[in-house]
């Protein structure tokens, strides 16, 4: 049976800005340990957007 390679994020700080024109401008800045080169997994994350439509708010996941 293989030993599992110790993978631990350390810090995670996100900056996320609203330009004037609505766009998102998103930086990550992620220091981790690994005792590997070989990364397995990574941070995903979907920005969610809140939609009016005759008066009812919802989320939606722009794609």
Known sequence: ???RLLEAIRTYRVNLT???DGDFLVTKAIRLR????LIRRGI???ILELV???GITSEWVPS
């Open 44 to 46: 995903f994350r979907d």
């Open 34 to 37: 690994s005792e590997s080169d």
């Open 52 to 54: 009016e439509t005759g």
């Open 1 to 3: 049976m293989q030993r």
């Open 18 to 20: 609203v330009e004037p």
